[in-house]
Structure formats: C-alpha cells, structure tokens
C-alpha cells in the first residue's frame, strides 16, 4: 500500500518578496516569487508599500504555485506561514491569508520563524550537512552564528549588537551614491577592485558578538574627508572602495566563524540569508573551509534570498513533529528563537 505523501503550501511575506511554494515530503515541487520593484525609486523598503503589494500579489502566487506544483489543492496537508521576524504589515498579510487558507480547507497551521528557515534552506536539496553543524546567517537585518544540533533543535551563539552586514553593505552604498538594493552593486563592483587599496576598521568584540556600525562611520568619514579635496573622488574609486570594505566585512564574519567552529570542534559549516548570495562571502567561506578541513555548504542563489520554499522545508520538520499553531497565532517583527 503506497503511503501518503505529505503536501505543504508555504508563505513568505516578511519584507518586500511575495513568495509561495508547495513542499511535498521534503522536496520542492514549486518555489514562485513576486518581487516588488516600487522600493527601488525610494532608497529601501517603503513598509505601506510593501504590505499593500502582498496583498496584490499573494492570491496569485499562490495560485501559481499550486499549478506549477501538479497537485490539486484539496491535496495540501497544512499551510505553513511566516510568523516573524520582518515589517509587521506584510507579516499580516501573509499570515491572514495563511489562517484563511487552512480554516477553508480544515488543515493543520505551522508557524515559522524566518532566521530559523534561512538556516535550513540547506535541507532543500542534496548533500545536506550532518550534525552538529555551524550556520553563519547573513543578511539586511540579522547576522548570527547558530548551533545547529537537529532540524530543529538550534542555538544561537551570537549574532550582532547594531547593524547587520547587509544593512552595513547597504548604507555604505548608499553613501557611494548606488542604487537600492545596494549591497549586490557593492559585491559586482568589488570584483574589479583591490580589496587592501583602503584600510578600515574592525570593531573587535568578544565571544561571537558582531559590531558593523564602527566600519559604516569609518567609510562615512573618509569619504567626507575625500571629498573635501576631489568631489568625485568615490565615483574615480569605487571599484577599491567596494573592495576594500567588503573585503574587511568578510573578514569580521570569517574570524568569528572560524572560532566558534574551533571551539565546539564543528566541522560541518555553512551561510544562509540574503548575503550569502555574495560572491566574495562565498569564496571566503571555501577558502576558509579548506584551510580548516571543513565540509562547506552553501544553498543555492535562489534559496539564500527571501523565499518560501526554506518556509515549507521548515515547515515540513514541524509538520513531522505536530508541532502546529492554531488562529490566535499572531505575527511579530522581532520575535526570538532557538
């Protein structure tokens, strides 16, 4: 007798991505993403914007998804939503429809944190790292290293105390006169550029504690002391100024990767999140890997940035587990976890 197989509909809505996959047993049948463009005119994320273009967005998308998937969707086992962390309106949205959703088709509610889905995304595909595994987590609005013993059994370790790296990347360009999202530009620009040309400073802080702010107030003032001299001198060296700060950026997430992994004696390492879509943190993270002996993991470019497939991988854990929310369930832009 064949088994069941288990079906989930996934919702990311936490920033500016309006996303929606179908899970089933583990593997993705369908991803589809609707990004919003408006934000770019702006310089960022313009909140009301964003929630009003869930709302646009979310029927179909889902509505792609459960087409693109090839299942009926009286074949869908549970809904599994964001729940937090991200800008509370477009948590709304997904979350009002994901409660309608499974109140409509009496199923069963999974709640997710959105950190805790970025991590496994690893989980989405093949060659998927044992455990105990070590998880960077890098992107506009977090930087953490998680302890990652099972699915879903993780520990944060330390994470940053101000900024987050992309935030950082994205201030700093901004500063550069790039455009939004800016954090991608610095990364294309970096590659042409030397990354030792300029000097900027690390804040050194203990533990596993991150601090970026000190590095986006050192690129502030030397640019205004440049300037004072040459008006154009960041557009004559953009090249090395992305360069050298993002070279000096990695540098700070690779020191404390590497000695949270000597310590607990992990060997089993990975980046999750938006900025692990980075080419020089890629690079830096094989690199490191292979100096220290490390199995590195690294999700594909599409399940680093925001999208609902890591929501259903996640949710498929918890769905093993019973581990379902029910109505009352109610979104947070800066929920804690593990």
Same mark, same amino acid.
């Given at each position: ?69 090839g299942i ?17 309106? =477009?948590?709304?949205?997904? *979350? ?5 959703? &499974? #109140?409509?088709?009496?199923? +069963?509610?999974? $709640? ?58 994205d201030k ?40 970026? =702010?000190?590095?986006?107030? *050192? ?5 205004? &002391? #440049?300037?004072?001299?040459? +008006?154009?001198? $960041? ?47 890629r690079k ?55």
């Amino acid at each position: 007798m064949e088994l069941k197989k288990v079906n989930i509909l996934a919702i990311e809505s936490s920033c500016d991505e309006t996303s929606a996959a179908i899970i089933q047993d583990g593997i993705v049948l369908s991803n589809v993403i609707a990004t919003q463009k408006v934000h770019e005119r702006y310089g960022g994320v313009v909140p009301e914007m964003a929630s009003r273009a869930h709302m646009e967005n979310i029927i179909p998308v889902v509505a792609t998804a459960i087409a693109d998937s090839g299942i009926e969707k009286s074949a869908i086992n549970a809904v599994a939503f964001t729940q937090a962390p991200g800008l509370i309106g =477009s948590l709304l949205v997904g *979350a009002c429809f994901a409660k309608s959703f &499974a #109140q409509t088709m009496n199923i +069963p509610l999974i $709640a997710v944190h959105h950190m805790q889905a970025h991590v496994l995304a690893h989980f989405i595909e093949e060659r998927q790292p044992e455990f105990p595994f070590l998880c960077l987590t890098v992107s506009g609005g977090h930087t953490q290293i998680v302890l990652c013993r099972s699915h879903l059994d993780m520990e944060v370790l330390g994470e940053t105390m101000d900024d987050a790296a992309g935030e950082a990347f994205d201030k700093v360009a901004k500063m550069l006169g790039l455009p939004y999202p800016g954090g991608p530009l610095i990364d294309r620009h970096a590659k042409s550029g030397d990354s030792l040309r300029f000097r900027f400073p690390s804040k050194e802080m203990k533990d596993y504690t991150f601090s970026f =702010s000190g590095i986006k107030t *050192a690129v502030l003032y030397f640019l205004q &002391a #440049q300037r004072k001299t040459d +008006p154009e001198f $960041a557009e004559k060296n953009i090249n090395d100024i992305c360069a050298s700060v993002q070279y000096t950026i990695i540098k700070m997430l690779m020191a404390k990767l590497e000695k949270a992994a000597h310590d607990l004696g992990i060997t089993n390492v990975g980046i999750a999140g938006g900025v692990s879509a980075n080419s020089g943190l890629r690079k830096a993270l094989e690199e490191t890997g292979a100096k220290n002996g490390w199995s590195v993991f690294i999700p594909r470019f599409e399940y680093c940035t925001d999208n609902a497939a890591m929501i259903g991988i996640t949710g498929y854990y918890k769905y093993q587990k019973g581990l379902f929310t029910d109505l009352s369930a109610t979104p947070s832009a800066r929920a804690t976890w593990a």
